[in-house]
Nanobody, 127 residues
Framework: QVQLVESGGGLVQPGGSLKLTCSAS????????IGWFRQAPGQEREGVSC????????WYSDSVKGRFTISKDSAKDTIYLQMNNVQPEDTAVYFC????????????????????WGQGTRVTVSA
């Protein structure tokens, strides 16, 4: 069974940086899609950024493009979300999700079309 464990959340000031980590285990896929999603208080969950391990393609939501960077450790099933110049509207619980289908990020990521989800890590952006 796929297990996803997020870490790295916390309190950060506007304009600051934070790096989230997602450690994945419990599967034997050669390639997969993996990504970050978030849910702000009172809001629906939304896609933030996704990555295909087959070809390295990435997708970012317009709200984080240019500020956040998704990456993967080449030696293990761990991904990161480097969050720079964070703003109060980035406050949310951030979830990591994985799916065996490693294509179509541009529609599957915003549609939350991923089969396995972590428990989330909370990010609060406040002065």
């Amino acid at each position: 069974q796929v297990q996803l464990v997020e870490s790295g959340g916390g309190l950060v000031q506007p304009g600051g940086s934070l790096k989230l980590t997602c450690s994945a285990s419990g599967f034997t896929l050669d390639y997969y899609a993996i990504g970050w999603f978030r849910q702000a208080p009172g809001q629906e969950r939304e896609g933030v950024s996704c990555l295909s391990t087959r070809d390295g393609k990435t997708w970012y939501s317009d709200s984080v493009k240019g500020r956040f960077t998704i990456s993967k450790d080449s030696a293990k099933d761990t991904i990161y979300l480097q969050m720079n110049n964070v703003q109060p509207e980035d406050t949310a619980v951030y979830f990591c999700a994985l799916d065996r289908l490693d294509y179509g990020l541009e529609y599957r990521c915003p549609q939350l079309d991923f089969g396995s989800w972590g428990q989330g890590t909370r990010v609060t952006v406040s002065a």
